[in-house]
């Protein structure tokens, strides 16, 4: 995660904290809770893949953090600029949350919408982040929808964030033809 934030061969991140610079990224993640991505055989594994990406944020104390989670008609914002550590803490509210709304996958999300959700969500901040989104999903999504998650996709892009498509879900070749930076 730290070589996606800054992958230059020499990242200032590690070098912020001792040298008193201002840590100005942020994180947007964004869940696709669908059966699809969390049916019976692989629901345990994206959990699991949602827990590792979440501790992983966790441990670089970012100021800027959002959870998104795509929901049926409108998307589920569960946090919104709050620190990595005060959002993801043992004791906070978002994994009560965050796993009441999972225990109920919906048969279809919108997803294009939730990524779109994150991009006004940094559109509409006072203070300019250096974002990354990243998307957990399988990208299977019928070619219509998937029009429209590609297009969400390029408008963050084209405004700035570095998007990754993360793979979840029994068979999720299909973000393979939704981002251009994939992660299995």
Same mark, same amino acid.
């Given at each position: 995660i730290l070589n996606l934030i800054n992958p230059v061969p020499d990242p200032l991140i590690y070098l912020e904290e001792k040298g008193g610079l201002v840590r100005n990224y942020g994180i947007t993640v964004v869940i696709d809770s669908s059966i699809s991505c969390f049916h019976n055989l692989s629901g345990p594994h994206t959990l699991q893949t949602i827990r590792n990406v979440l501790s992983s944020i966790s441990s670089l104390d970012l100021p800027c953090f959002d959870l998104i989670i795509a929901g049926n008609k409108e998307p589920i914002v569960l946090c919104s600029e709050v620190g990595t550590n005060r959002a993801t803490n043992i004791k906070s509210s978002l994994w009560q949350s965050l796993l009441s709304i999972l225990q109920t996958p919906l048969p279809s999300v919108d997803l294009a919408s939730a990524i779109k959700t994150a991009l006004d969500l940094r559109l509409m901040r006072s203070t300019e982040y250096s974002n990354i989104i990243l998307v957990?999903?399988?990208?299977?999504? /019928? /070619? /219509? /929808?998937?029009?429209?998650?590609? !297009?969400?996709? !390029? !408008?963050c892009v084209q405004s700035g964030m570095n998007t990754f498509g993360i793979g979840v879900g029994i068979y999720p070749k299909g973000i393979e033809k939704i981002f251009s930076q994939i992660i299995y």
């Amino acid at each position: 995660i730290l070589n996606l934030i800054n992958p230059v061969p020499d990242p200032l991140i590690y070098l912020e904290e001792k040298g008193g610079l201002v840590r100005n990224y942020g994180i947007t993640v964004v869940i696709d809770s669908s059966i699809s991505c969390f049916h019976n055989l692989s629901g345990p594994h994206t959990l699991q893949t949602i827990r590792n990406v979440l501790s992983s944020i966790s441990s670089l104390d970012l100021p800027c953090f959002d959870l998104i989670i795509a929901g049926n008609k409108e998307p589920i914002v569960l946090c919104s600029e709050v620190g990595t550590n005060r959002a993801t803490n043992i004791k906070s509210s978002l994994w009560q949350s965050l796993l009441s709304i999972l225990q109920t996958p919906l048969p279809s999300v919108d997803l294009a919408s939730a990524i779109k959700t994150a991009l006004d969500l940094r559109l509409m901040r006072s203070t300019e982040y250096s974002n990354i989104i990243l998307v957990l999903t399988d990208g299977l999504f /019928e /070619e /219509e /929808e998937r029009i429209r998650i590609i !297009n969400a996709v !390029n !408008n963050c892009v084209q405004s700035g964030m570095n998007t990754f498509g993360i793979g979840v879900g029994i068979y999720p070749k299909g973000i393979e033809k939704i981002f251009s930076q994939i992660i299995y």
